[in-house]
């Protein structure tokens, strides 16, 4: 199977300041994608560049075929590459609906908004009793199911997670890792970051440790890497 | 009932007018996040452009809307130019400031250059007067009073029924989310500026039929657009309309019982107390941060 | 690094920002300015020429302390102008209605703006951003409109007229060629800037930086954002009440025009075209732009869109303004010298 996603010696950062040092990843070979690394290593950056909303410096992203490097975010969401940025940041004035509205505004999601929020609302029942409320009304766990929620309704091929069970209470996040497992069952390749070592260990077996904006390891499915050492790079050592 | 009529009749005039201009201002505001000071400056051009065409021959059927679509490029155009290229400042809000009172002295003047000084005056949507309550009033007016209600309503029904107006709301609130379902970001600062432009030239098109018109006819109607918005808030649409209206009727009734010399000063002292009270105006329950 | 910088200033360190220029290289950078302003008339031969370089002081006086407020204390007061238009009215009103001493009433002025200045603090003092530049702005419309209103006392959009001039004990100031007025004039943006600058350098001015930068963590170490803020504005009141009491003197009359958007387009972009936070970069703008103006006298009616064009192209092309192009320059030369 061909690969979804590859980056290769991919250089970005803000400013004069750069984050990512010719990074390169591949994703959709081996199923699921996990990111871990310290913070303010360029994981998030990575993701940035990747769904077109920071422009990078050098290197190339190839999706699906395509070379989308330089691309706008909005003609990468068309493609199918879909991103739930950190932090649940979403629009906080507008109703679940018309979030879910929104997620299917480019073209390609159009013909399945209909199949698609069936979807969602099977998904997260606790959403589909609330349609109609405002986003900032809702806790924090919901919100995240939202912004899950919207990805999903751009109809994914590839869909990428930054940190969605950060800063939740355990019961939520038990019920969102479950609604994760659950998408990736139904044939959505991911690509996640998570700090939660167990959860990521059960989405996937295709693991990239990033650091200093580069990768520094990557554990391919077969490899036999002791639990304990992958435990070791998250806590340095 | 001849004071009740007079208050009742100007009230809702000004504050038509007051809605039509504040509207944009707010618009701006709410999606791109600044403020647009050549806001004033669009209006009399919408009107200088309405003015020509019916000079030209046409209808004013046929020049006022011709005249709104011009101003809805020009708005597009004047985004385009002095706004997009410093999204992302710093001191975005600042910038834009400066920039906008430049091009709105560049257009100014360009007006006064082209059409020069001597005031010039468009017909009325309706031709004619009649009497209402006792009072006098032109039926221009009363147009004004009855279309401004319909063109608010359809607005606001863009805004909150169809997805183009969901998506512009959208952009106001999170950029980022916006772009990540694949909003074009770009079209839409385009598209708030040039809706707001169009209100303008309306609101200038509707002064532009009962006063005479001159290069600088747009200073006061944005100022009185900023208040309109510092009272209604401006992070919401309905906000600014119903403070329209508000200071529509704040203002014929202290023009009324203490003369409209004192109006303005009156009309200063209760801004800066609103503010002192409730900072984010009467109607917002919110403010857009301003990091 | 930066401990060793601070207690042991060394020639070799390159000054990277104009704050933190050695005092004495500074002090001499402007003394030499100063000389160089005052040797001015000798070149400009005609009292036209002499008259804009006063328009220039008055203009870098009134732009200089806004960037005081604007610049350094991060607030944006759109009153700034009626402040200026505070004191020509105050010095119009104290000579010609009080009868009072012309240099008596030009220093009452800028006491009476510093007044108004505490005045309009009050609403402002726990608002942020555009509503500060909404109150501000309605602040100097609500001055405008008692002045038009005070007809008897202040001739409403008539202006008055007759404003008794500044003299200079038995010299005379209408027929000297403007000399007198070129030299008050000189004298008054050197005192404003000294001012300006000891107060950005002091412990004061740089809690209002701070302020400026994070105001929650400035808080935190106790410094008083109510108290700084009306510091400031107060501070930047001072000359900016004076500027506009010697500019009723120097034009014998006086009118609402000053409060106008026109004036306060013209002063904010020197402001922002010289760079904020510089006090110094808002002196260059209004040589420059005044300058600039005048000498496109005979486009007409295409001066002021040229002005505009002018504008608009500094604040997209260098984010940093005239002081902000400058350093690039220098960046680049002294690059291409090493």
């Known amino acids: 199977m061909m690969n979804m996603l590859s980056v290769t010696g991919l250089t970005a950062g803000y400013g004069r300041v750069t984050v990512l040092h010719g990074i390169g990843i591949e994703a959709g070979k081996h199923g699921n994608v996990g990111l871990f690394g310290p913070n303010g290593h360029g994981k998030t950056t990575l993701l940035r560049a990747v769904s077109g909303l920071l422009k990078p410096k050098a290197g190339s992203i190839v999706f699906d075929g395509a070379d989308i490097t330089g691309e706008s975010a909005r003609s990468i969401v068309a493609r199918g590459l879909v991103h739930v940025p950190q932090g649940n940041t979403l629009f906080p004035d507008l109703t679940i609906a018309d979030c879910m509205s929104l997620g299917a505004f480019s073209p390609h999601a159009r013909p399945h908004e209909a199949a698609n929020k069936e979807r969602v609302a099977a998904l997260f029942p606790k959403l589909a009793e609330r349609w109609r409320q405002r986003v900032r009304t809702l806790s924090g766990g919901e919100r995240q199911m939202v912004s899950i929620g919207v990805a999903l309704m751009s109809h994914p091929k590839l869909l990428i997670l930054d940190e969605p069970t950060l800063g939740l209470a355990p019961k939520i996040k038990d019920e969102l890792c479950k609604a994760v497992l659950d998408i990736s069952k139904a044939g959505v390749p991911l690509i996640v970051v998570e700090q939660d070592v167990e959860f990521l260990l059960e989405l996937t077996n295709h693991l990239y440790f990033i650091n200093h904006g580069q990768v520094e390891t990557e554990i391919k499915p077969g490899d036999s890497l002791a639990h304990s050492d992958i435990m070791a790079m998250y806590f340095g050592q | 009932m001849n004071a009740l009529a007079d208050i009742l009749f100007g009230g809702l005039f000004q504050g038509s007018l007051y809605a039509m201009m504040a509207v944009g201002l707010a618009l701006v505001w709410t999606t791109i996040g600044v403020f647009n000071f050549s806001h004033g400056v669009l209006m009399m051009l919408g009107a200088y452009f309405a003015w020509q065409l019916v000079d030209w021959g046409l209808t004013a059927a046929l020049a006022f809307p011709i005249a709104v679509l011009l101003m809805a490029g020009v708005g597009w155009v004047l985004q385009a130019t002095v706004v997009r290229p410093l999204i992302g400042r710093a001191n975005l809000v600042l910038v834009v400031v400066i920039t906008t009172l430049a091009a709105g002295s560049l257009i100014e003047n360009g007006v006064l250059e082209l059409w020069g000084p001597r005031s010039k005056q468009i017909p009325p949507l309706v031709a004619g007067n009649a009497m209402l309550g006792g009072v006098g009033v032109s039926l221009h007016q009363i147009a004004i009073i009855v279309v401004t209600p319909i063109i608010l309503l359809a607005l606001w029904l863009f805004l909150n029924r169809t997805r183009l107006g969901l998506a512009l709301r959208a952009v106001a609130q999170n950029e980022d989310a916006a772009r990540l379902v694949g909003l074009n970001v770009t079209m839409l600062y385009g598209l708030a500026f040039a809706i707001a432009a169009s209100l303008a030239a309306l609101a200038g098109i509707f002064l532009g039929g009962y006063r005479f018109m001159t290069p600088v006819m747009g200073a006061d109607p944005l100022l009185k657009a900023l208040i309109v918005v510092v009272f209604g808030g401006i992070s919401s649409i309905s906000g600014p309309i119903f403070a329209a209206y508000l200071i529509g009727f704040f203002e014929a009734i202290c023009s009324y019982y203490f003369g409209l010399y004192w109006t303005p000063a009156l009309l200063f002292a209760a801004l800066i107390l609103t503010l002192m009270i409730k900072p984010e105006g009467i109607f917002a329950s919110r403010s857009r941060g301003l990091a | ?338």
């Open chain 3, 1 to 338: 690094m930066s401990v060793i910088e601070t207690s042991a200033p060394t020639v070799s360190a390159p000054p990277r920002a104009p704050g933190r220029t050695p005092w004495m290289t500074e002090l001499a950078g402007a003394l030499v300015g100063l000389l160089v302003l005052a040797l001015l008339p000798l070149v400009v031969g005609d009292a036209y020429g002499r008259h804009v370089l006063i328009m220039v002081f008055i203009y870098a006086v009134v732009a200089s302390n806004w960037d005081l407020s604007l610049g350094y204390g991060g607030v944006f007061n759109f009153g700034h102008l009626a402040l200026f238009g505070i004191g020509v009215y105050a010095y119009s009103l104290l000579t010609k209605l009080a009868m009072i001493d012309p240099w008596v009433a030009l220093v009452a002025s800028g006491v009476i703006a510093v007044v108004a200045a505490v005045v309009v603090t009050i609403p402002i003092l726990r608002l942020k951003g555009i509503y500060i530049i909404l109150v501000t702005f309605g602040f100097a419309q609500l001055v405008m409109q008692v002045i038009l209103s005070q007809s008897d006392y202040t001739g409403g959009t008539q202006g008055i007229v007759r404003i008794p001039g500044l003299y200079w004990f038995d010299h005379n100031m209408v027929r000297d060629a403007k000399f007198a007025y070129f030299y008050i004039a000189l004298a008054m943006l050197a005192l404003s800037t000294l001012f300006l600058r000891v107060f950005v350098r002091s412990r004061t001015g740089k809690s209002v930086v701070a302020l400026r930068d994070n105001e929650e963590y400035a808080v935190s170490r106790g410094v008083s954002l109510v108290r700084q803020r009306m510091i400031t504005l107060a501070a930047s009141a001072f000359f900016t009440g004076i500027a506009g009491a010697f500019y009723a003197a120097y034009q014998r009359n006086a009118s609402v025009e000053v409060f106008g958007m026109s004036l306060a387009t013209i002063v904010l972009s020197m402001v922002l075209l010289g760079g904020t936070g510089t006090i110094y970069g808002a002196i260059i703008a209004s040589f420059v732009l005044t300058v600039f103006a005048e000498s496109m006298a005979d486009f007409g009616a295409w001066r002021p869109m040229i002005t505009a064009v002018l504008i608009i192209v500094v604040m997209l092309v260098y984010p940093g303004g005239i002081v902000g192009m400058l350093k690039a320059l220098w960046g680049l030369a002294t690059r291409r010298r090493a």
